[in-house]
């Protein structure tokens, strides 16, 4: 699976999900068999570039290549000076978000917004490519299957995005009108790939190694982004690469093993995010690690309470060493359901 000069090491990719997608779960991932990640979105507006959001949102300390970051705008002139920017900052690979479905993102008409005026997404995609085009650097694009039920456009605009240089197109198998809600369909994603020739990913529901296999078959796709399947539970592109590669079903971690995995997220969540915005902003990711526990969600309402790193870290330790007396493995754990998720954080995009 190769991104423009980019060989990855597989074809699991992790979905940019605001307030979730960050440098410390972004890496974590990756270290349990995604072969690839892109960033919380970032802004085109140069005014907030230097913000303390936006500059967490572009650290890529230590994180290993390609760095892919999204970028999210309205304007052809200020979404490719954005995209300089952050390739300045590290980014290899670029990716322009078409496919946010939020609220306070459409309303500025850009997101999946953009779907609705095709001559503007095109001017978009091809004021980007050209800028980073000099760099060597590949432009791929995140998009949903339409605006809505009555207007599903993304074949029409995959095959105008590929002629104006795009190198790969991500399909979410919903509407923006959709949101969340319903189920993700695949017909549009495979019609997209019979219709272009660069690489296609599908994106959608993707909550278990058997949907995996079955969204590859139905889609043609060259590979699979997995979004709110990997709240709480990044391995599941180590339990997918294996079973698409044997057909066998890994174990469930072992507790001790997630008490490893889950206290060096934290750590270094903590390091990213400060004390106060790094405690605070681990609640949601301790919550989703713990939600299918026995006990998890006592444990999370009380955890909620702490409002320091150490304490925390510390409870939670507490916590899953107690687990660890009663029970070796994990049970399966489900993906957050539509309602769960916010649409402030945790929306991919």
């Not at 570039?49 to 936006?54: D, G, Q, R, V």
């Not at 456009?153 to 923006?176: D, F």
């Not at 590979?223 to 044997?246: D, S």
């Not at 971690?253 to 934290?266: G, K, Q, S, T």
Request: a neutral charge.
């Amino acid at each position: 699976m190769h991104i423009g000069s980019f060989l990855l090491p597989n074809r699991l990719f992790v979905a940019p999900m605001a307030g979730v997608t960050d440098r410390p779960f972004r890496m974590l991932c990756k270290s349990l068999g995604a072969g690839y990640a892109v960033s919380e979105m970032v802004t085109s507006r140069r005014d907030l570039w230097n913000s303390l959001k936006t500059s967490r949102r572009a650290d890529h300390s230590g994180e290993p290549g390609p760095i892919a970051v999204q970028i999210a705008g309205t304007d052809a002139a200020m979404m490719a000076e954005a995209a300089l920017h952050n390739v300045d900052r590290g980014a290899q690979i670029i990716d322009i978000n078409m496919g946010c479905p939020a609220k306070k993102v459409c309303n500025k008409w850009a997101g999946s917004a953009l779907m609705q005026d095709e001559a503007l997404a095109i001017s978009i995609a091809r004021a980007v490519v050209d800028a980073c085009a000099p760099r060597g650097v590949p432009v791929t694009l995140k998009m949903r299957t339409g605006w809505c039920q009555q207007h599903k456009n993304a074949v029409a605009l995959a095959t105008q995005l590929e002629a104006a240089g795009i190198a790969m197109l991500t399909v979410h198998g919903r509407t923006r009108e959709q949101g969340y809600r319903g189920a993700a369909e695949y017909d549009t994603v495979a019609a997209v790939k019979a219709a272009v020739s660069i690489p296609v990913v599908a994106n959608g529901d993707i909550d278990s190694p058997q949907k995996a296999r079955d969204v590859l078959a139905a889609t043609g796709a060259d590979a699979l982004m997995i979004g709110r399947a990997a709240q709480g539970r990044p391995w599941i592109f180590r339990e997918i690469g294996h079973f698409l590669a044997t057909g066998e079903h890994l174990a469930p971690p072992l507790i001790a093993e997630l008490e490893r995995v889950l206290l060096a997220h934290l750590e270094d969540h903590y390091r990213l995010y400060g004390e106060e915005t790094g405690v605070r902003s681990a609640r949601k990711h301790i919550g989703w690690y713990l939600r299918a526990l026995p006990g998890g969600e006592a444990f999370r309402q009380r955890m909620n309470g702490l409002d320091d790193s150490a304490a925390q870290h510390r409870a939670v330790a507490e916590y899953l060493q107690g687990l660890g007396s009663e029970m070796d493995r994990l049970p399966p754990m489900r993906a957050a359901a539509n309602d769960e998720i916010q649409e402030t954080e945790g929306w991919a995009v």
